[in-house]
C-alpha cells in the first residue's frame, strides 16, 4: 500500500509538472505574438529608411568592427571585441526566440484523444474506418468466394478464382487475414502440419502456373515489372537447387 501511495503521488507530480510546461510554452508562443504585433505596429507609423541607406548601415557596422578586431592589442581592446560579438549573438538569438518557442519535456501525445474517447472504439477498427473512407470493395468482396475481385490482373483474379473451395479458404485466411498456422488449424479444425503441408503445395501449384505465364510474356516480348523479374529468377533458381527444369 505504501509503495501504492508513492506511485500515485509520483504520477500526480509529473502530470502538474508536464501541465505547467505546457502552459508556459502557450504563455511565451502569447508574448511572442504579442511583441511581434507591437514591432509591426510601430514599424508602420516610423519613416522607413531607403533600402540603400539600410545597406550602408549595416557594411558601416561591420567594417568598424573589422578595424576594431585589426587594431586589438590589450586585453581591454580584445574584452571590447568579445563584447561586440556578445552583443551580436544576443541579438541574432533575440530575432530567433521571436519566430519559435523552443519546446520543452511535454511529450508529443500528451493531451490526445484516445481511441474510444469521443467515437466508439468499434468504430475505430480498420474495418469502419475503410468504410467511413469510402473504401467499399474491400469490403464487399472480404470473402474466400469474392476475394479475387480485388485484383486487377486478370490471370492473378482468374487463377485464384478457379481454386478448390478448400484452398481458397486456406488462401483468404493465410494471406489476407494473416493467420498462423495453428490458428487456421483451429479453426478449420486440422492439425497446423496438415495446413502447413497444404500450403506448400497451393504456393508450388501457383508459382508454377505464374512462371509459366510469365515466361510466355516475355517469350512475347512484354514488359514485366520489377518484381515479375525477380520473381522468375528465384524461381529459376530454386528449380535448379530441386534438380528440375521450374516446370
Known amino acids: 500500500m505504501y509503495h501504492g ?13 508536464i501541465a505547467a510546461e505546457l502552459e508556459d510554452e502557450r504563455e511565451q508562443a502569447l508574448k511572442i505574438q504579442l511583441r511581434q504585433d507591437e514591432r509591426s505596429r510601430r514599424r508602420s507609423l516610423e519613416p522607413k529608411d531607403p533600402p ?35 552583443k551580436l549573438d544576443e541579438n541574432r538569438e533575440r530575432r530567433e526566440r521571436d519566430h ?7 511529450p508529443l501525445e500528451y493531451g490526445a484523444v484516445q481511441e474510444g474517447t469521443i467515437f466508439p472504439a468499434s468504430l475505430c477498427s480498420p474495418f469502419w474506418r475503410e468504410l467511413c473512407s469510402g473504401y467499399f470493395l474491400n469490403i464487399i468482396f472480404d470473402c474466400p468466394y469474392e476475394m479475387h475481385e480485388l ?7 482468374k487463377m485464384i478464382f478457379e481454386l478448390k473451395e478448400d484452398h481458397k479458404e486456406l ?26 503441408k497444404k500450403w506448400t ?7 508454377k502456373k505464374l512462371f509459366k505465364y510469365l515466361t510466355d510474356r516475355k517469350k512475347a516480348k512484354l514488359s514485366l515489372t520489377q518484381r515479375e523479374t ?18
Open 201 to 207: 503445395r497451393l504456393m508450388k501449384r501457383m508459382q
Open 151 to 157: 485484383l486487377a490482373d486478370d490471370f492473378l483474379s
Open 52 to 86: 540603400k541607406k539600410k545597406k550602408l548601415k549595416r557594411e558601416l557596422r561591420r567594417g568598424a568592427l573589422t578595424r576594431l578586431e585589426e587594431a586589438a592589442r590589450t586585453q581591454t581592446d580584445f574584452d571590447e571585441v568579445v563584447a561586440w560579438w556578445d
Open 230 to 247: 525477380a520473381f522468375l529468377a528465384q524461381f529459376r533458381e530454386s528449380a535448379l537447387d530441386d534438380g528440375k527444369d521450374g516446370w
Open 100 to 106: 519559435e518557442v523552443l519546446r520543452g519535456d511535454v
Open 5 to 17: 501511495e508513492n506511485d500515485m503521488e509520483f504520477e500526480l507530480s509529473q502530470e502538474e509538472r
Open 171 to 196: 488462401f483468404y485466411y493465410k494471406v489476407l487475414r494473416r493467420y498462423s498456422s495453428t490458428a487456421l488449424g483451429a479453426v478449420l479444425g486440422q492439425t497446423d502440419r496438415n495446413i502447413r
